[in-house]
């Protein structure tokens, strides 16, 4: 079973990222309870960022991936991505997809 891709993921140079996932299965939420080790990745050939991953909300099918200014602005191009967690010593990736990079107008120094 491969993972659902999910839309082209849009971030933009320098802003702050975070988009929160729904897993659901026949219109109910999936309890995600038991599964640790939440790890979102981001990469391209020669680059790779980490998000954060917020699964405070598992029970309800709800995990939350967040990335920084820093982080986006020097995402560049377009990447690869994939939500992977842990439960009984087997992995599983939840969700796979691909990003769409945008330059910034405004150059802010102080992020």
């Known amino acids: 079973m491969f993972p659902p891709n999910m839309p082209a993921m849009e971030l933009y140079a320098g802003d702050d990222f975070t988009e929160t996932l729904r897993f659901r299965e026949a219109g109910e939420p999936v309890d995600l309870t038991g599964w640790s080790g939440w790890e979102a990745e981001w990469r391209t050939r020669d680059k790779r960022e980490t998000f954060t991953v917020d699964a405070s909300r598992e029970d ?25 967690a842990m439960k009984g010593g087997l992995t599983r990736t939840w969700v796979s997809g691909v990003t769409v990079w945008c330059e910034d107008v405004t150059g802010r120094t102080d992020d």
Not at 60 to 84: C, F, H, K, N, P
Request: charged residues 15%; hydrophobic residues 40%; neutral net charge.
């Open 60 to 84: 309800e099918g709800l995990i939350t991936l967040t990335l920084t200014a820093a982080q986006t602005r020097v995402m560049r191009g377009y990447g690869s991505w994939d939500l992977q």
